[in-house]
């Protein structure tokens, strides 16, 4: 048997019920007996507005023939209660072998001996299928028509009611949340209507006094009576979150400048959230304050040593970022429209949370390996699983995932509650009014190390309780992946002479040693500015007198420095140097100068380039941008003496005493790649320290403990062949706190 409602059919479920001749004392009673016959809540409705049909007479009925009578009526359309009264004729429930009641009496509607039939009185309801609470513009009509030949209705009344309950409700479904008593003008024959869009009337369940999502489906029914017999008619309808739309929000919402510095930078960048990669540019103009100059046989790693890099990008980044995420909640309307609606939300709220994503499988070789090892500690032990750096390491993936969100600065209006079960995660709810009415927002806090990539899930579900471990929501929106980034300023460019070899700008930006380690280089100006003959001589001569080394005036022809060459400067040989010291009177002769006289050649090649290392620096010190970040200085050559001195010398990189700024120079030297010398100059500027070689003697103040001990060798080493960055320097330059860390990869991972 089945019904057709709703452009669909509904088949009559029946529940089991007890057998007897029982008699209803009204129709009420006998309304609830028949909506017990059906399980499925949409026959229940089918059934109840037949029986408002056929009115009071139902009550002269047994619990079977009324039974019977929900049976036919579905299987033929039937509504007309005069077939199925007792003796009514036609084949009704009065016929075959059903119990008859003992005085069946005239029913109230139906002739009786003496009387005048009356004209029966019948009321329709007609109201939206859809509806968004507070947000219909203009608000939709309750519709309801009347016929009443006989003027027989005396009193009626709209009430609502829900379909289903929840936790802490005040009601069981199919109570009156909201009723409306119809004044006689409501109850004439003809149409009536009524603007309404969901207002309550000051119900504990629904904060906001409007109807809400929570409780969806709400049916609305007419009733009217002419004090006797009693007409009744429905109306359901729904109330319907459609999705989550997530977008960036704004600046009054964080507070740190840092933070208002990524949040704009994103901005500006006009990556959809959606996107499946969401660059996070952490600023990291964080460069080493003070060089130690000279030699060292300490090839030892020290706590200091491994501590520097992550304490002053710590000290910095301490909490992370704070990135605003806004998420508008859309509702259907009555015209099929999708619309903000807060005061729809009622007590629910959004649910935050966020999943790692493991962003190393790219990375190849020995330096991937040792990452993607070390990554691999306590994966399935924190909440919730992944790869990003843990908190033991100085990030924040931990056993409770928390600190991943917070408030948005400027919003203390909007509910907010860290969740018992989903710790990681964070509920908030939305405001009724203002520019954020229909919105919730929150601020996204990821860990600063680079490299990390994180997804955003935002869920939003009518009834279910998202408070579980692992929450499943009929509306929700996702981020692409957000991955952290080290953002390192090139604030200028120079070279000695216009013909000079140079980098080109996006050369330099796509540096490819330093991409391993999520670290990009910005070149805000890609023009090269061209050193001033006269302020060069003269930065020059002040370099070579700030100099400590009391040799540099006389290992520097200053008269000789042929600023046209091309070279940085000009030395005087070990013969010119001898003839020129030997041409001084004695007393100006220094005392160091005596381990470099004759036969003493390599000591005076050392002292040559030592001394020119601590000139050249010290000279393009004067070039040193105003703007935060590194000055990078082109040459072609280091000195005339270069095939002289004990190793070739592509680049230096110096302090300059503000960790804020740095200096690099590049020689353009032929046998290695300015690329490579660009990536490992940039490394000591953040923090590194020099590794062992595998072609010629190590640098002295190497230190392997510093190094992936599994691999020949790092970028850090002076072998021009080696190309990349070790494991153990890449984590050092993403932020990880590398002190707990093994150089060997497999003793990393547990």
Not at 54 to 74: H, N, P, W
Not at 88 to 108: N, V
Not at 172 to 187: K, M, Q, V, Y
Not at 471 to 497: C, D, E, H, S, Y
């Amino acid at each position: 048997m089945t019904f057709k409602r709703f452009d669909k059919d509904v088949r009559l479920r029946f529940a089991p019920v007890p057998e007897g001749g029982r008699r209803f004392r009204d129709f009420d009673e006998a309304r609830r007996f028949v909506g017990e016959l059906a399980t499925d809540s949409s026959d229940r409705h089918a059934l109840r507005r037949m029986l408002s049909r056929v009115g009071a007479d139902i009550c002269d009925l047994s619990d079977e023939q009324v039974r019977d009578f929900a049976a036919r009526a579905l299987a033929t359309g039937a509504l007309s209660a005069r077939e199925y009264v007792p003796g009514g004729g036609g084949g009704g429930l009065g016929a075959g072998p059903h119990p008859q009641p003992s005085q069946p009496g005239p029913s109230p509607g139906l002739p009786g001996p003496g009387r005048k039939p009356k004209a029966p009185f019948t009321v329709q309801l007609a109201y939206v299928d859809y509806l968004a609470p507070g947000a219909e513009d203009p608000k939709p009509l309750i519709r309801w028509t009347i016929t009443d030949p006989d003027v027989a209705i005396a009193s009626g009344k709209l009430e609502l009611s829900r379909s289903h309950d929840g936790p802490d409700v005040h009601e069981a479904p199919g109570a009156a949340i909201w009723t409306r008593p119809l004044a006689a003008a409501d109850l004439t024959a003809g149409e009536h209507e009524l603007p309404w869009d969901g207002k309550l009337s000051g119900h504990p369940d629904f904060p906001g006094d409007y109807v809400s999502v929570e409780f969806s489906p709400y049916t609305l029914k007419i009733t009217v009576t002419d004090g006797g017999r009693v007409e009744r008619d429905e109306a359901r309808f729904l109330v319907e979150a459609l999705r989550l739309e997530l977008e960036l929000g704004t600046e009054d919402m964080v507070e740190l400048e840092a933070n208002k510095t990524i949040l704009a930078r994103l901005i500006a960048a006009g990556t959809p959230l959606t996107a499946p990669l969401i660059d996070l540019p952490m600023p990291s103009n964080l460069f080493k304050e003070k060089d130690i100059l000279g030699k060292t046989t300490d090839v030892r790693l020290t706590t200091d040593d491994r501590l520097a890099s992550f304490a002053a990008y710590h000290a910095r980044h301490s909490s992370g970022p704070h990135v605003p995420l806004i998420a508008s909640l859309f509702f259907r309307d009555s015209h099929d429209r999708e619309v903000l609606a807060p005061r729809g939300w009622g007590r629910r709220q959004v649910l935050w949370s966020y999943e790692y994503t493991d962003m190393n499988g790219w990375l190849s070789g020995p330096p991937g390996d040792f990452v993607r090892q070390s990554a691999r500690y306590l994966v399935d032990e924190t909440q919730p699983p992944g790869t990003a750096c843990h908190e033991d390491r100085g990030g924040k993936r931990s056993a409770t995932g928390h600190g991943h969100f917070a408030a948005v600065a400027g919003a203390e209006s909007f509910p907010s509650k860290t969740p018992a079960v989903h710790l990681s995660g964070r509920f908030t709810g939305t405001v009724t009014s203002g520019e954020l009415a229909g919105r919730t927002a929150v601020l996204f806090s990821p860990a600063a190390q680079a490299g990390d990539g994180y997804v955003v899930v935002a869920r939003f579900d009518s009834r279910k309780d998202l408070d579980v471990a692992e929450p499943r929501a009929n509306v929700f929106g996702r981020t692409g992946t957000f991955q952290v980034t080290r953002r390192v300023t090139i604030a200028k460019l120079l070279k000695k002479q216009v013909h000079v070899a140079e980098l080109p700008a996006y050369a330099i930006a796509a540096l490819p040693s330093l991409q391993a380690a999520s670290v990009v280089l910005e070149v805000p100006d890609p023009s090269y500015e061209v050193l001033d003959e006269e302020r060069y001589r003269a930065a020059l001569a002040k370099a070579v007198a700030a100099c400590p080394d009391p040799l540099a005036r006389h290992v520097v022809e200053q008269g000789r420095d042929r600023y046209f060459s091309g070279t940085f400067l000009i030395l005087r040989t070990r013969e010119e140097f001898t003839a020129h010291m030997g041409s001084l009177p004695r007393e100006e002769v220094p005392g160091e100068a005596m381990p470099l006289l004759p036969p003493s050649e390599k000591a005076y090649y050392e002292k040559c380039e030592e001394i020119a290392g601590d000139l050249m620096t010290r000279m393009v010190g004067e070039w040193v941008s105003e703007r935060e970040g590194l000055t990078l200085v082109f040459f072609d050559g280091f000195t005339n003496l270069e095939s002289r001195m004990r190793t070739g010398i592509a680049g230096v990189s110096r302090a300059v005493g503000d960790p804020r700024r740095g200096v690099v120079v590049l020689f353009n030297a032929p046998f290695a790649p300015v690329a490579q010398t660009l990536g490992h100059e940039i490394g000591h500027r953040l923090f590194l320290t020099h590794a062992p070689a595998t072609n010629q003697k190590d640098a002295p103040d190497a230190r392997p403990a510093a190094h992936d001990a599994d691999i020949p060798s790092c970028l850090m080493s002076s072998d021009p062949a080696v190309t990349v960055f070790c494991g153990l320097c890449v984590l050092r330059l993403r932020g990880w706190d590398t002190r707990l860390l093994s150089n060997h990869a497999g003793e990393n991972a547990r």
